[in-house]
């Protein structure tokens, strides 16, 4: 069964700072994996996802992932976090046409002046 | 290009009361996926439907709750005799045919139940 970790559950970071998320996971297949973030009181929105190919994935608002097979990692990356980054960040598995999707508990982020 | 919708965004009922929540999918989707998250934890699978079917409901509670997506209309999440763990966000999620691994959700509802 799969299963996804996410160790940190609150992160706090100044402004302009870097950020990391640590997310692992446990999958018998090929994994896809998604990182989701989620304002308070707002639905999720699809960060980028992993599904092949380059094991360091480009996605919106300047965040980055890079996939690690060996480590079962997909850490969620941030040069400099802007205050609009303080969320609820989740990361997600799945595999090709499986759409039950398995979240982590998520990381709360708190951006500070 | 309007996204996944869901209505109420807040819903407020007392024990035993029912509980209606709507989606209506992203233009173009033809799967609906229903995932519950309860206080402090992720998101969890509850159903998969495509129009006028039930594909999989395996993470759905076997009693007091259904879902149904019809050929017209929203997809339906029903909830009956609400009870107070019944509390949550109800997030909904729609994919393209094919692509079912990439989900785009909707803003949720947030159901208390007093």
């Known amino acids: 069964a799969q299963s996804v970790t996410q160790p940190d559950i609150h992160i706090t970071v100044s402004e302009g700072a870097s950020l990391e998320l640590r997310c692992n996971y446990s999958?018998?297949?090929?994994?896809?994996l998604f990182w989701y973030v989620q304002s308070p009181g707002q639905g999720l929105q699809l960060l980028l996802k992993y599904f092949s190919g380059d094991t360091l994935v480009q996605g919106i608002k300047g965040f980055e992932a890079e996939f690690k097979r060996s480590q079962s990692s997909f850490n969620l990356r941030k040069p400099s976090v802007h205050w609009s980054d303080a969320a609820e960040y989740f990361c997600a598995v799945g595999a090709i046409g499986d759409y039950k999707l398995s979240f982590g508990a998520g990381t709360t982020v708190t951006v500070r002046a | 290009n309007a996204g996944v919708m869901q209505n109420p965004r807040h819903l407020v009922r007392r024990r035993g009361q029912e509980a209606r929540l709507r989606c209506s999918p992203m233009k173009g989707h033809s799967h609906v996926y229903w995932y519950r998250q309860l206080p402090e934890e992720g998101l969890k699978f509850m159903v998969y439907l495509q129009k006028e079917n039930i594909i999989d409901e395996s993470g759905m509670p076997k009693e007091r709750f259904s879902a149904e997506f019809p050929k017209e209309g929203p997809s339906i999440l029903r909830i009956q005799q609400v009870v107070r763990g019944d509390s949550a966000a109800y997030f909904c999620a729609s994919s393209p045919q094919g692509a079912e691994e990439t989900q785009y959700f909707g803003p949720g509802t947030r159901l208390l139940v007093l």
């Open positions: 999958y018998g297949a090929t994994p896809y």
